[in-house]
């Protein structure tokens, strides 16, 4: 059975702190590995998508890592702006995302 | 439209009550997805159309709920005889050909007193 696993549930970073999110999947067939950002109130925002190990993608001070278990999004001298949850997704079959439960960061000044 | 547009923002509904979930999705996208969202837990695929054929309901959690979108735009997700485990958020997504790059709609928070 394909399976999202988050961690930590929660992480508290002061502003500059960097640090990193894991994700560890199992999945029959990666059909790609997806990052989510969501805001309290809201639906999540699309940050990456990453298709095989080793590939590597940023955007501003996210950058997300893929291995063949497990995805990392690292997050380099972090804001308040940044706090949110942040979720992990594997493609699941050919039409839906199979989320973790999400890691809560809050970024204090 | 900009985004993908869901109303109500919010619904409580007493215990039994049917209730009825609308989706406007962006203008354009074929797949169209339903998820649910537990406080604290990440969104579970309910449901996915591509343009008005429903091609995957395998999430739906019982025969309560139905979805339709008779005309591959506007999605209506609807519960029969709610129960209080229903309460959630109810989040849609739409994209332009596969599910790589959805966009969510804010949610519907359903509240099942």
């Known amino acids: 059975e394909d399976q999202v696993t988050q961690s930590p549930e929660a992480l508290r970073l002061q502003e500059g702190e960097s640090s990193s999110l894991n994700c560890s999947y199992t999945v029959s067939g990666l059909r790609g590995l997806f990052w989510y950002r969501q805001d309290p109130g809201k639906g999540p925002e699309f940050l990456f998508t990453l298709y095989s190990a080793g590939e590597e993608k940023e955007k501003e001070r996210l950058k997300a890592t893929l291995t063949k278990k497990e995805s990392f999004l690292h997050i380099t001298a972090p804001k308040p702006e940044d706090s949110a949850t942040y979720l992990c997704?594997?493609?699941?079959?050919?039409?839906?995302?199979?989320f973790g439960a999400g890691t809560r960061l809050a970024v204090h000044p | 439209g900009a985004g993908v547009s869901q109303s109500p923002r919010y619904k409580v509904a007493k215990r039994g009550q049917d209730v009825a979930l609308r989706c406007d999705p962006i203008s354009g996208h074929v797949s169209l997805f339903w998820y649910q969202q537990a406080l604290g837990q990440g969104p579970e695929f309910l449901t996915y159309?591509?343009?008005?054929?429903?091609?995957?309901k395998s999430g739906l959690p019982s025969d309560r709920f139905f979805a339709e979108r008779p005309e591959g735009s506007v999605s209506t997700l609807k519960i029969q005889r709610t129960q209080q485990e229903d309460s959630a958020v109810y989040l849609c997504?739409?994209?332009?050909?596969?599910?790589?790059?959805?966009?969510f709609g804010q949610g519907t928070r359903l509240t099942v007193v």
């Open positions: 997504a739409s994209s332009l050909v596969s599910y790589t790059e959805a966009f």
């Open positions: 997704a594997v493609g699941g079959g050919y039409n839906k995302l199979i």
């Open positions: 159309f591509q343009n008005e054929a429903q091609l995957d």
